[in-house]
């Protein structure tokens, strides 16, 4: 049966029953997060689960790794049956680049429901190391260092000839750091850069990244 509902002497609104729709609920997501960045120095490296959501808890669920070439490599695991969580061996010869981990099914442990999966990404390349020395002469400043890059062959560090090194400079703390030169390692990968310098600087180092080594800056300031 159809109501009508008086507003005032001459407008009237009609009303029709209906079902009120109770929208559906979302399924439960287990969503992880791993390190995303492997610094390769050793033979044998680890990609683990460093969180997830709260559906993680009351989960069973999967996850493949496949690396840049589209290899699987391993199986991560959620087990709230055991409590347990697995991790994947990352060898220093598997290639360097962007690693997927992808959705390989995911339950409730109790009700066996589906529950959702998300896919996150890594990255693996090469670790380096090396001294990094200043010395200033009057207005002349020389800064020498000598990089080494893991190398996966000879499971040690080697030298990172052809490496782009920046030398940078400030005043103070307060400012932003400026570009003063750069150039590259030699095959012994040693690289010696001067600049002028009138005063007392802050310096600082960096080494670009490669498509394989990972990049990196000296790990304090140096004021000379």
């Given amino acids: 049966m159809r109501k009508t509902l008086a507003i005032g002497a001459t407008t009237a609104l009609l009303i029709t029953p209906f079902a009120l729709a109770t929208p559906a609920q979302a399924a439960p997501t287990c969503s992880i997060k791993v390190n995303k960045e492997i610094w ?3 033979p044998t490296e680890y990609l683990v689960i460093t969180d997830g959501s709260e559906a ?8 493949g790794v496949f690396d840049p070439k589209g290899k699987r490599r391993g199986t991560l695991t959620i087990d709230a049956r055991y409590g347990t969580v697995s991790k994947v061996k990352i060898k220093d010869y598997y290639p360097s680049g962007t690693y997927k981990v992808r ?12 529950v959702g999966q998300n896919t996150v990404s890594m990255v693996k390349k090469f670790g380096i190391k090396g001294p990094i020395s200043y010395r200033r002469v009057g ?32 005043a103070s703390t307060g400012q932003s750091w400026k570009l003063v030169t750069s150039g590259r390692t ?14 007392s600087y802050y310096y600082q180092v960096y080494v670009s990244p490669t498509s394989t080594v990972w990049g990196a800056k000296s790990t304090r300031s140096t004021r000379i």
């Fill in 186 to 199: 030699n095959s012994k990968g040693t690289l010696t850069l001067r600049a002028s310098a009138s005063r």
């Fill in 56 to 63: 993680c808890k009351s989960s069973v669920a999967k996850w």
């Fill in 103 to 114: 959705p390989d099914g995911a339950v409730n442990a109790r009700t066996g429901a589906k």
């Fill in 40 to 42: 390769v120095d050793q």
């Fill in 139 to 170: 207005s002349s400043l020389r800064v020498t260092t000598t990089i080494k890059r893991y190398s996966s062959a000879s499971h040690a560090f080697r030298a990172h000839s052809g490496a782009t090194i920046k030398l940078y400079r400030r």
